[in-house]
């Protein structure tokens, strides 16, 4: 018997010492994995900040450089003494550097093709190198280069007029170039004019002119876009810069999609039909039978005066606040409630985004003394505080303003950007709130519908215009008659959509990531595995990344090193 037992006993020990020397092993790939990443963002930032005139070939080469040797140093990692979470993270870092790479590969060959647009372009690239230390110039010779500069321009912006081969990606590039070689110069002159006596003399005047010329010359490979791809220039002078099918669904694989464009579009469809019903339930409770249009103008009509806007907001904030705490959805730290603060939002800047923003800092759109009359009531009509009741805790707690404040404090090495996460995040708050019953009426039913709409509105619009099928003005119209919208708030949604700086994937991450990390919900949540302030907490505290990885980490699953994506989040049929 005490054989057994001795034998029981080293038996334990043996297991006990494996098992620690696994964890141990884990623990030691996953802190070397993240302390790689930490290094590669820290190194990442430097040379952001010094490299900074944007397709230059300095730049391109010295980033391909750093991922190339990130690349290598990952592949040094036991992929298999990673936990779930590190495994997550070497896929995603590796996906990253390899994009990189590819980017990098795609700009080389572009550049090359373009290189008899700009045979002046090492003027200026020279001239900002020579800046950063701040070399001496030769001002005598370099006013003659800019000189010379101006005029080499002037003959090229001629042939670019003529040009009917240039292709949409390649006149893109060119813009892009252009504009990069503009900041060149911009930033020669900013840091000597006014401290250099001989640069100041010499430099003024044929600086005037070839800022003025690169200006012309980007917008002349603009003109070469809108002429050679015929896109459409409409009523609404939107033209942006439609990427094509092909270029969606390799986007749509970087971020973990495994849908087509058009599988998306049906996706939207079906969430439309949903939103439908809904708003014909409201609009029956209000009193307007079937005619929801009718029941969305009086929602309207809700605008609280001049002067009240802030303190209605205020207003809706603690509810929302109240109700999540009520319900006890999750943890919300007391800093981030007292920290959050409002400002409001400039008429300039409501011309591209007419609605609210948010994060820390709650920007609260609304009309000021400034504005037309027309301009006023259409701003006014669309920030009515029904609208606003999904747009409050969108924008600050549970929605972008914790996301700020979790993200600058959880796996911080994490710097996976991605909009289905940071937008649908957001917008699965809107969908949750509503399943609970935050609205507390028929119109703020109609209010919350009208947002979501507006968010299948977004995949359908955005989609169907990145895949040459729709010109902005269709995406204006689409938004003004199916969601019902106001003309100039559609305006300026699709001007933000496509001229704002945003991926061609934005607008419909937001639906798209929060039927994600709904269904993630319901997958654990449902199951009864997790309660909701469990599953937000831990959701939140992982850091952003595509939600199919987050679903990795909240069930523990092992990826292998190979791991293509397969979630199929969503049922079509």
């Known amino acids: 018997m005490r054989y057994f037992i001795n034998i029981l006993l080293i038996t334990c020990v043996m ?22 990443i930490t290094m590669y963002h820290a ?23 750093l991922a190339q040797s990130y690349l290598s140093q990952l592949q040094s990692i036991d992929f298999n003494s990673l936990d779930a979470g590190g495994r997550v993270d070497y896929l995603l870092i590796k996906r990253d550097f390899e994009d990189i790479l590819y980017q990098s590969q795609q700009e080389a060959t572009a550049f090359n093709q373009l290189a008899t647009w700009f045979p002046f372009a090492a003027v200026l690239y020279d001239a900002k190198k020579a800046r950063r230390r701040g070399l001496m110039p030769d001002s005598p010779k370099l006013a003659n ?29 060119g813009n892009r170039i252009a504009l990069g070689l503009k900041s060149a110069l911009n930033a020669v002159y900013s840091f000597y004019n006014g401290y250099d006596p001989l640069f100041t003399w010499w430099i003024a005047k044929p600086y005037e002119d070839l800022d003025n010329a690169l200006k012309n010359y980007a917008a002349a490979f603009q003109q070469v876009v809108t002429v050679n791809t015929q896109l459409k220039k409409d009523a609404s002078g939107i033209v942006g810069n439609p990427i094509g099918e092909t270029e969606l669904i390799r986007k749509l694989k970087l971020e973990m999609i495994p849908y087509t464009p058009e599988e998306l579009v049906e996706i939207a469809n079906k969430e439309f039909a949903w939103c439908d019903a809904e708003m014909l339930k409201a609009s029956r409770e209000m009193g307007f039978g079937d005619n929801w249009k009718a029941a969305l103008e009086k929602v309207k009509q809700t605008a609280v005066p001049p002067g009240q806007q802030p303190a209605a907001m205020v207003k809706l904030y603690d509810e929302s606040i109240a109700f999540l705490k009520e319900k006890n959805l999750l943890t919300i730290p007391p800093l981030a409630e007292e920290t959050w603060r409002l400002s409001m939002m400039s008429p300039e800047r409501q011309l591209v985004n007419p609605f609210f923003l948010g994060g820390e800092e709650f920007i609260v759109s609304y009309p000021t003394n400034t504005m037309t009359h027309d301009q006023k009531m259409m701003s006014m009509r669309g920030n009515n505080p029904h609208f606003s009741r999904a747009t409050v805790h969108h924008e600050l707690i549970a929605g972008h303003g914790l996301q700020e404040f979790m993200m600058s404090r959880y796996k911080t090495h994490r710097q996976f950007w991605t909009p ?20 507390r009426s028929a119109e ?38 199916r969601v019902g919208h106001e003309k100039a708030n559609a305006e300026g949604e699709v001007r933000r959509s496509f001229e704002g700086g945003y991926d061609p994937l934005y607008q419909i991450a937001y ?36 939600i199919e990885m987050m679903r990795a980490i909240l069930t523990k699953t092992s990826l292998p090193k190979d791991y293509q994506s397969s979630w199929r989040f969503y049922s079509i049929k």
């Not at 289905?420 to 609205?439: N, S």
């Not at 509105?457 to 729709?470: D, P």
């Open 15 to 36: 297991i006990f010492v494996l098992t620690t020397q696994s964890i141990a092993q884990k623990n030691t790939g996953n802190e070397t994995l993240r302390q790689l």
């Open 43 to 65: 190194d990442n930032g430097n040379l952001q900040r010094f490299y900074t005139i944007e397709h230059s070939p300095e730049r391109r080469e010295r980033f391909k450089t």
């Open 145 to 173: 280069d800019l000189n010379q500069c101006v005029k080499e321009i002037n003959v090229l912006q001629q042939k670019l007029k003529e040009n009917t081969s240039l292709t949409k990606d390649l006149a893109n590039r």
């Open 420 to 439: 289905f996460w940071i937008e649908g995040w957001a917008l699965y708050w809107e969908m949750l709130l509503y399943d609970l019953k935050f609205p």
């Open 444 to 481: 703020d039913r109609v209010g919350m519908l009208f947002w979501r709409m507006h968010r299948c509105a977004r995949i359908i619009f955005s989609l169907n215009y990145h895949t040459g099928k729709w010109s902005p003005q269709e995406c204006i119209d689409f938004l003004v008659n």
């Open 511 to 546: 639906m798209i990531g929060g039927l994600q990390i709904r269904a993630l919900k319901d997958e654990l949540v449902g199951s009864k595995k997790m309660t909701y302030q469990e599953f937000h907490d831990k959701f939140i505290q992982e850091n952003a990344m595509p």
